[in-house]
C-alpha cells in the first residue's frame, strides 16, 4: 500500500520497465551514434561547487538550481541542470592540453528546482556531444547532423529543426548606437514575448520585421535578407544556410531568428530539434564561448525521456522459462543465441503471467500457448 512517505516530490517519478527501456534504448542508439563519430564519452559529477558550475558559461541560472552545503568542506555544491558547463569545465582544466577540435560525449541525469508550467518535469536525462575548439559553421554544421541522426537512430521520426540566432539584438545594437541600453533591453524583452504592439511603444519600431521572420526557413531566411539591408547579418545568414544545405531533407528546417528562451549561452547560433507528434522539444543545441578559457565551442543536447517517448514501442521480446532443475549450459546457449530467459524459483509459478512465450521442454524452447 502506498504510504504518505512512499509518494514523490512534485516533477519527479520513477520509470517502470516499459519506460525504462525505451529510454535505455534510446540511450544506447544516441551514444552509438556520437561514438561513431568520434565523440569520447566522459563522465561528470552529479553534484560539484556551485561557482564551478555557474562560472562557466555566462548567464546560466543558478536560482534553478538546487543547492547545498557541503558538510566536509562547507562549500556550497550544486546539483547539475545542465551537463554542458560540466563538458566546458573538463575541456578547460583536465583536458585543457587535449588536441582540438575535442569531441566529447555525455548522458546523465539533471535536476532543476523549477519546473516550466508547460512542462513539469524537473528531472531530465540529458545526451548530448560538444565539439569544443570550434563554433563555426563547419562545426555548427555537424553538431546539428550528428543530432538528427542520433535522433533518427533512437526512431524519432517526423523530425524537424528550428534555428534561432541568440545574440541577435546584441548584434543589431551594436550598430544603432542611437538606442540607449535600456530600449535595447526592452526591445529583447518585447522580442521575447513577440508582442508587436510592445514592440513599436517603446521605440523598436525598426526590429517589427524580425517578428515576421519565422517560419519555413528559406521564406524566412529571405525575409531576415530583406530586413539586413546593411549587410551587418550577412555573414550569420550565410552561415544558417550552409547549415541548411547540410541538413538536407534529413529534417524539416524553420527559422525563429528571436527565440531566446533556453538559449541563455548560445551566441551565435542556436537550434531547437521536435519531433512529429511530440508536445515537447527533444533537445537543443548551439555555439558557445566557454567562460573562463573564452574557447569557442559548439554542441548538442538531446533530452532522452521526451526522445523516448517518439521511439516505437520495442518488440515484445521472447522469452524462455527456465523450469527448476534445467541444464544451465543449454539455458546459457539459448541466451548467448538472444534469448531471454526467466528462471523458475520456486513450484507454482506462472510462466505466462511472468511475461514468458516459451518454456524449455526436453532442452528446446516450445511455445507455451501450444503446451497441453
Ligand atoms: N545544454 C544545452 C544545449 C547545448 C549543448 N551545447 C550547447 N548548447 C541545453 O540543454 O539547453
Known amino acids: 500500500m502506498t504510504q504518505p512517505n512512499d509518494l514523490l516530490p512534485e516533477g519527479l517519478e520513477d520509470r517502470l520497465p516499459g519506460a525504462a527501456r525505451r529510454i535505455t534504448d534510446a540511450m544506447s542508439n544516441c551514444l552509438t551514434v556520437l561514438a561513431g563519430h568520434g565523440y569520447d564519452r566522459v563522465l561528470p559529477p552529479l553534484l560539484e561547487f556551485e561557482s564551478s558550475l555557474a562560472s562557466r558559461m555566462r548567464g546560466v541560472e543558478t536560482g534553478r538550481t538546487f543547492r547545498m552545503t557541503d558538510p566536509a568542506s562547507l562549500r556550497t555544491l550544486a546539483l547539475r541542470s545542465d551537463i554542458t558547463p560540466q563538458i566546458g569545465r573538463i575541456a578547460s582544466t ?30 531530465r536525462l540529458q545526451l548530448g556531444g560538444e565539439l ?18 542520433a535522433l533518427a537512430d533512437a526512431g524519432v521520426t517526423g523530425l524537424s529543426v528550428d534555428f534561432t540566432l541568440p545574440d541577435l539584438v546584441d548584434t543589431l545594437a551594436e550598430r544603432d548606437t542611437s538606442l540607449s541600453p535600456d530600449t535595447i533591453e526592452a526591445i529583447r524583452r518585447e522580442l521575447d514575448t513577440k508582442d508587436a504592439g510592445g514592440l513599436k511603444s517603446v521605440g523598436g519600431s525598426a526590429y517589427l520585421p524580425l517578428l515576421y521572420a519565422t517560419g519555413p526557413f528559406a521564406d524566412a531566411l529571405s525575409k531576415l535578407r530583406a530586413f539586413d539591408s546593411d549587410g551587418v547579418l550577412a555573414s550569420r545568414l550565410d552561415g544558417l544556410e550552409a547549415i541548411a544545405a547540410r541538413i538536407g531533407d534529413t529534417a524539416r528546417i524553420t527559422l525563429d531568428p528571436t527565440e531566446r528562451h533556453g538559449f541563455e549561452y548560445q551566441s551565435w547560433f542556436g537550434f531547437t530539434l521536435y519531433g512529429e507528434g511530440l508536445r515537447h522539444a527533444l533537445g537543443r543545441g548551439g555555439t558557445y564561448r566557454i567562460a573562463g578559457s573564452e574557447e569557442p565551442a559548439t554542441g548538442f543536447t538531446l533530452y532522452l525521456d521526451r526522445v523516448a517517448q517518439g521511439a516505437p514501442e520495442p518488440a515484445a521480446d521472447e522469452t524462455l522459462y527456465l523450469p527448476l532443475g534445467h541444464d544451465a549450459d543449454v539455458a546459457q546457449q539459448y541466451r ?13 509459478e506462472d510462466p505466462v503471467a511472468l511475461g514468458c512465450t516459451h518454456i524449455l521442454d526436453a532442452g528446446a524452447p516450445m511455445a507455451l500457448e501450444q503446451r497441453p
Do not use: F
Request: net charge negative.
Open 132 to 149: 569544443i575548439g570550434a563554433d563555426s559553421v563547419a562545426a555548427a554544421g555537424e553538431i546539428v547532423a550528428v543530432a538528427i541522426e
Open 336 to 348: 548467448s543465441q538472444g534469448w531471454r530467459t526467466v528462471a523458475q524459483l520456486s513450484e507454482n
Open 94 to 123: 583536465s583536458l585543457a592540453a587535449a588536441p582540438r577540435p575535442l569531441r566529447l560525449a555525455y548522458c546523465g541525469d539533471t535536476v532543476t528546482i523549477k519546473a516550466s508550467q508547460l512542462d513539469p518535469a524537473r528531472e
